[in-house]
């Protein structure tokens, strides 16, 4: 049969088989989604989004100070480590996996119906992290504009907002060098305009009672929102343009302060004690599970975006090399914010009188507290707050126009008749909804509520759908499927390295992320405040609703086949009739004729009737048939 099949290739064809429907006039609803979905409108857009979603504030304010708690240089030793089993292999399998189909992180999973709830967790996981990441941008527009005056308001104390324990500690330091008083036993102006102004924290007895709604950080929040709204309201065409400035600016910015850095005086000692390696710290697992945790998130593995962004390529777009370039971009990214963060500390230290480690902190506080506590110590201290600011801006909204696009994309591939026409007024309202969730984060107690989804929306969830995403396409789809699609679209079919990795390697490593962070976990807190156990349980919950829905989509996804239960679950783990490349011209091998309306017999015919002579794809195309072809003789 399968000869027969192929005799086609060398038999004449008539005309009007060689045509489309589409060249026919009988045109198929079905067939024109593609075209209606929408596309990158040059490689470059993909590329510089890619870049934008993966580096992002976790560049800034994790990787530095994960870096020197985790012996300093010794640190990259497993980083790349990690990249190289981890980070690269997966980020390569889920751009793969929506190119191949141009679908979104729901309807891609045509490929094995009994996992589809996955694709619903990665939903729920980036629409909360989507509400309390825009809040964190909030706060960046805050102090933004906080920054546009000549004189920064969390330089000096004496405000209404400070305390007796305020000191400004910049003018701390007598003649020799010698402290006048104890710092610990103090509280800077930095520290009291955040916790004390911005968030008002004081207002509030705890996350059981958040208090009162911060208009300004309201507005704030609603200003966000129109942002993200705005960049998206086109979708791909719209944000794909926007990341020429977001994406590429933040590195003027960045290069602006690492050259403004390392010039200042002790600029040395915080570059010291940001790599010197400490080797010995290799010896612990701790440092290990942290380089994977830094690379797992920082690339944006399992959130749907990078799934997103590649269903909106051209099916041939080579994101093999894409692959390198963004994952190896995005490291040595984190290297370059560590050198520009530290040389700033090390002055600071200096300053001071005090040690590096004393100044140095982890995610917000670098970026509320410390840096902007730094820039009151430089020359023009506005203008350099200002550049700080308005780069962590970009850098946070590239990854906000990710999420969005994710959750717009997901939904309307589901529905398309209905949404894709209305896709603007669809995304608009899931702004208004998310805006009107994230209002809890404007209160007193916002913050409470904003660790709480920090720590836990995208934390076991997360490992769980990336583990099951990695199991379900090469142990239920099968391996040798997968490249053989990857052979299809890209010309080659991956290397034993990239096909160790997604069957062994990399779920190991994820399944030895998820214990450890199973095993170690610790109840959330800010600062002295412990959280209460019910709110420890709606924690817990949050990410458990996410590993709840994979075996609720199997459920869903068995109950809708007939037979015994052995045979719906061989039917729903099997790929859909119409799973495969989107245009009928990419499709060959078992991929031919399955389309809604299909009635050309070989689309390998249309791509020689269309563009003359036979290119490298069509002859990938005619080698994948053979292998098919050969499989298939030596199963019977």
């Known amino acids: 049969m399968k000869k027969l099949q192929g005799a086609h290739l060398r038999k004449p064809v008539t005309p009007d088989l060689l045509m489309t429907p589409s060249d026919q006039g009988d045109v198929d609803l079905d067939m024109d989604f593609a075209a209606d979905r929408g596309n990158w409108t040059g490689k470059l857009d993909f590329l510089l989004s890619c870049i934008g979603y993966c580096v992002g504030l976790g560049n800034v304010w994790r990787f530095p100070y994960r870096a020197y708690t985790n012996g300093g240089g010794a640190f ?34 045509k490929i094995s119906p009994l996992f589809k709830g996955a694709g619903a967790a990665m939903l729920l996981i980036v629409g909360l992290v989507a509400i309390y990441y ?9 102090y933004l504009f906080a ?61 059981g009672s958040p208090g009162g709604i911060r208009w300004n950080l309201c507005l704030c929040l609603l200003l966000a929102w129109v942002i993200v709204f705005l960049c998206i309201l086109k979708g791909v065409k719209s944000s794909g343009k926007v990341v020429y400035f977001t994406a590429t600016f933040p590195y003027l910015i960045l290069l602006m302060l690492l050259v403004r850095g390392v010039t200042l005086p002790g600029a040395w000692k915080g570059i010291q004690f940001y790599l010197t390696p400490q080797f010995h710290h290799l010896l612990s697992s701790k ?6 945790l830094q690379i797992f998130y920082s690339l944006g593995v399992g959130f749907g975006g990078l ?42 230290s200096q300053e001071l009188g005090v040690p590096v480690d004393q100044v140095a902190k982890a995610g917000p506080g670098l970026a509320f507290v410390v840096y902007p506590q ?49 896709k603007a007024v669809f995304s608009g309202l899931i702004c208004v909804a998310m805006y009107l969730m994230g209002l809890v984060l404007t209160t007193d107690g916002g913050m409470y509520w904003l660790v ?50 997604w069957l062994f390697l990399s779920p190991a490593t994820l399944l030895a992320l998820l214990v450890y962070s199973i095993v170690k976990y610790q109840p959330s807190e800010y600062g002295s405040y412990r959280f209460p156990a019910w709110a420890e349980l709606l924690g817990i919950l949050m990410g458990l609703l996410s590993c709840l829905m994979i075996p609720a989509g199997m459920l869903v996804a068995v ?28 499709r060959t091998g078992m991929y031919v004729a399955t389309l809604a309306g299909s009635q050309s017999p070989k689309p390998l015919m249309v791509h020689m009737r269309k563009y003359g002579g036979i290119t490298s794809f069509e002859n990938t195309a005619i080698e994948v048939d053979r292998e098919i072809a050969e499989e298939e003789e030596s199963m019977m």
């Open 452 to 501: 709480l989804l920090d720590d836990y929306s995208a934390s076991f969830g997360l490992m769980v759908v990336v583990i099951t995403t990695c199991l379900a396409v090469t142990r239920v789809y099968g391996i040798q499927r997968f490249c053989r699609d990857i052979h299809m679209m890209l010309g080659f079919k991956p290397g034993l390295y990239f096909r160790a990795c």
């Open 307 to 348: 799934l997103t962004f590649a269903s909106y390529n051209t099916f041939h777009q080579n994101i093999y090399r894409d692959t390198f370039i963004v994952t190896l971009g995005n490291a040595i990214t984190s290297i370059l914010a560590g050198f520009a963060i530290f040389s700033v500390l090390g002055y600071m």
């Open 76 to 109: 990259l030793v497993p980083y790349f480590l990690m990249l190289a089993i981890c980070g690269i292999p997966l980020f390569f399998l889920e751009l793969s996996l929506g190119q191949f189909s141009s679908l979104g992180p729901l309807a891609v999973w």
């Open 287 to 292: 440092v290990w599970i942290e380089a994977a």
């Open 559 to 586: 109950l809708r086949e007939e037979g015994s239960l052995w045979e719906r679950l061989q039917q729903a783990s099997r790929p859909a009739m119409d799973w495969g490349p989107s245009l009928e011209e990419n």
């Open 147 to 207: 920054s546009l005056t000549s004189s920064l308001p969390w330089e000096h104390c004496g405000n209404w907002w400070n305390t007796d324990l305020c000191l400004e500690h910049r003018g701390s330091q007598n003649g020799n060098g010698a402290l006048p008083l104890n710092l610990t036993s103090t509280v800077s102006p930095s520290e009291e305009y955040w916790s004390r102004y911005v968030l008002h924290i004081q207002g509030s007895r705890g996350i």
């Open 134 to 142: 825009n809040m964190i941008i909030a706060y960046v527009l805050f």
């Open 374 to 422: 730094a820039m009151t110590m430089l020359p023009l201290s506005p203008f350099w707050s200002f550049l700080f600011f308005f780069m962590l801006l970009t850098l946070g909204l590239d990854s906000q126009f990710a999420f969005l696009e994710t959750i717009v994309t997901a939904v309307t591939d589901e529905f398309p008749y209905y949404l894709r026409p209305k």
